[in-house]
T-cell receptor, first 116, second 109 residues
Framework: NAGVTQTPKFQVLKTGQSMTLQCAQD?????MSWYRQDPGMGLRLIHY???????DQGEVPNGYNVSRSTTEDFPLRLLSAAPSQTSVYFC???????????????FGAGSRLTVL | GQNIDQPTEMTATEGAIVQINCTYQ??????LFWYQQHAGEAPTFLSYNVLDGLEEKGRFSSFLSRSKGYSYLLLKELQMKDSASYLC??????????WGAGTKLIIKP
């Protein structure tokens, strides 16, 4: 039982390049999300999904795309990387987003992205 | 607006007790979460409070006062491995989490 698997762990990009951060979970969780974590700030929600085929924007969606074709996978795409997207990215999932008691998030190990 | 406030950094001694405070303002309220995050690692769940009072879980306890918009995490018998950041997060009426910036706890021998 791997939990939430994120790849890659580290990535360096040049401004304007695109890339995809992969996220997969094997817990049959309906809810999946992407956060970014920057020094001195709380986790900020980028995009989330409450089930296969359903995605929605979070607090900071600009410059990012997501899709949810299966329950297991939730990739995050950076369309044209900018230095402001230098951050640590976390994928997180939970069984159910609508019932707060069950909304304990399981996080992936994180992906550290640097944009030059 | 929605906001979570917690101290940036705290220092405590091994074997002692420390209390990390968190005040919150959310649009509606569906509970208060605490997560632990060791440096370079992912956050992991510690506790969830939705009713007023104290929830005890081993060396860790979490308290909630909904009328004051206030929570604290109490860590007893501190160990060096408790050195980490502690993240407070409030859940609003749309079941969205509002995160604090985290409290870095430094444990000294």
């Amino acid at each position: 039982n791997a939990g939430v698997t994120q790849t890659p762990k580290f990535q360096v990009l040049k401004t304007g390049q695109s890339m995809t951060l992969q996220c997969a979970q094997d817990m049959n969780h309906e809810y999946m999300s992407w956060y970014r974590q920057d020094p001195g700030m709380g986790l900020r929600l980028i995009h989330y999904s409450v089930g296969a085929g359903i995605t929605d924007q979070g607090e900071v969606p600009n410059g990012y795309n997501v899709s949810r074709s299966t329950t297991e996978d939730f990739p995050l795409r950076l369309l044209s990387a900018a230095p402001s997207q230098t951050s640590v990215y976390f994928c997180a999932s939970s069984y159910d987003s609508s019932s707060s008691g069950a909304n304990v998030l399981t996080f992936g190990a994180g992906s550290r992205l640097t944009v030059l | 607006g929605q906001n979570i406030d917690q101290p940036t950094e705290m220092t405590a001694t091994e074997g002692a007790i420390v209390q990390i405070n968190c005040t919150y303002q959310t649009s509606g309220f569906n509970g208060l979460f605490w997560y632990q995050q060791h440096a370079g690692e992912a956050p992991t769940f510690l506790s969830y409070n939705v009713l007023d009072g104290l929830e005890e879980k081993g060396r860790f306890s979490s308290f909630l006062s909904r009328s004051k918009g206030y929570s604290y995490l109490l860590l007893k018998e501190l160990q060096m491995k408790d050195s980490a950041s502690y993240l407070c997060a409030g859940m609003d009426s749309n079941y969205q989490l509002i995160w604090g910036a985290g409290t870095k706890l430094i444990i000294k021998p």
